[in-house]
């Protein structure tokens, strides 16, 4: 491919691959619990592997930062960590699939920072927001069309569901590999080059912008709310509920990515008007609906629980669309004493900090009491993040730069 093409087709072309990983990342307890007879332990470790594995970022920080050999690297482990999906299709067991998706993680870590640091030297603030919004509905029309065909082959075909899972793979790798082709060297900044300590720039920026530090506090709030559910959520689904592969696949992938393809324009359009804690605060209230919408699909009738189902994770899309949003682009906004890819670095990090505590607290709960507590205390927990958010951009509104 052309290195002359402009930079937002690469990164618009590999929204296109993105959907089909997504599809796959999206159904990976759901897969382990139904095909593979998973554990609720093994679940929960899985639900782990995604944030704990950005407790790498402070380290591989230094590489986005000073390496030399930027794509070579990126592009070599995401060959490892998202190629070798193709192996779930001559065998696939629990520890295999717990080391492959481990390596795609981490993949991921390395990914994001250096999107991240690209993300803010390549588009104006207007420009990062209108981008991301399409690449976010490229992404969602791939993956409603993957997780259709996904889910019938699942419950039609389990044993082709190391294809499927291969096909997710190649397409995250394909993802990396388009993208990161007008990815430029990251200049060093002042006071970093030379400085071989890598936590304490890091922490001297949460101590010197107490706006970002409550921000990241905030955020930490909301994803207690998110992660306290994962454990319970695929037997919820699969033995509560009694759902195949085609409801759960529609209901996770289908309707919310949907709603992105629709609303990601308006979402993207709301992002560049608003400061990241007013925009955070109201995608964490939208979130707030979702727990309690799924929860209460199990006292219904079948007919009704379905109802129930959808529309929360209709709410759980439409939140999830500005929490993206967020997630993408708010600590390029925020970074003011220090480097965007320095701040993602901590934001990434504290991410995996929750994912060690969190997790194993929502499987505690799971297994001591009734799973509707579970879902109302995240409730609570996404309800508290959004007032909290929207309180601090009362007290200290961002100015965008």
């Not at 939140?319 to 670095?345: D, K």
Request: proline share 7%.
């Amino acid at each position: 491919m052309s290195r002359k093409l402009p930079p937002q087709h690469y990164y618009l072309i590999g929204a296109l691959f993105a959907g089909l990983y997504m599809v796959v990342d999206q159904l990976v307890d759901v897969i382990a619990k139904k095909s593979l007879g998973a554990s609720p332990l093994v679940v929960t470790v899985l639900t782990m592997l995604p944030p704990t594995s950005l407790l790498c970022s402070v380290f591989i920080v230094r590489i986005v930062e000073a390496f030399p050999r930027q794509r070579l690297i990126l592009r070599s482990i995401a060959f490892i960590g998202r190629f070798s999906f193709v192996i779930f299709i001559f065998y696939i067991n629990v520890p295999l699939y717990l080391l492959i998706f481990s390596l795609s993680y981490i993949t991921f870590t390395l990914f994001n920072p250096m999107l991240n640091a690209f993300l803010s030297t390549a588009f104006s603030s207007s420009q990062r927001s209108r981008y991301v919004g399409q690449g976010m509905a490229i992404t969602a029309a791939v993956a409603v069309v993957f997780s259709r065909i996904a889910g019938y082959v699942l419950d039609t075909r389990p044993d082709l569901k190391g294809v499927i899972l291969a096909i997710g793979g190649v397409g995250g790798f394909l993802l990396i590999f388009i993208t990161s082709a007008p990815f430029n060297d990251v200049a060093v900044p002042p006071g970093v080059k030379g400085n071989r300590s890598v936590i304490a720039p890091l922490v001297a920026i949460l101590k010197a912008d107490p706006v970002f530090l409550r921000f990241e506090a905030y955020f930490f709030i909301y994803g207690a709310g998110f992660m306290i559910i994962l454990p319970s959520i695929p037997k919820y689904l699969v033995q509560t509920l009694g759902l195949d592969y085609s409801m759960i696949s529609a209901a996770k992938v289908l309707i919310p990515q949907v709603l992105i393809i629709f609303f990601a324009p308006l979402v993207g359009r709301l992002h560049g008007r608003n400061s990241p804690q007013k925009f955070s605060g109201m995608a964490f209230l939208v979130l707030s609906a979702f727990p309690l919408l799924l929860g209460s699909a199990a006292f219904f009738g079948p007919r009704l629980a379905l109802v129930f189902l959808f529309a929360s994770y209709a709410l759980y899309g439409f939140g999830m669309l500005g929490v993206n949003f967020a997630w993408a682009i708010s600590t390029i906004e925020l970074a003011r004493h220090g480097t965007p890819q320095q701040y993602q670095a901590i934001h990434l990090s504290l991410t995996g900090i929750r994912g060690l505590i969190v997790p194993p607290l929502g499987y505690l709960l799971l297994v001591t009491i009734p799973m509707t507590w579970i879902f109302v205390l995240s409730f609570g927990l996404f309800l508290c993040a959004g007032l909290l958010m929207l309180r601090e951009n009362r007290a200290a509104p961002t100015v965008r730069p």
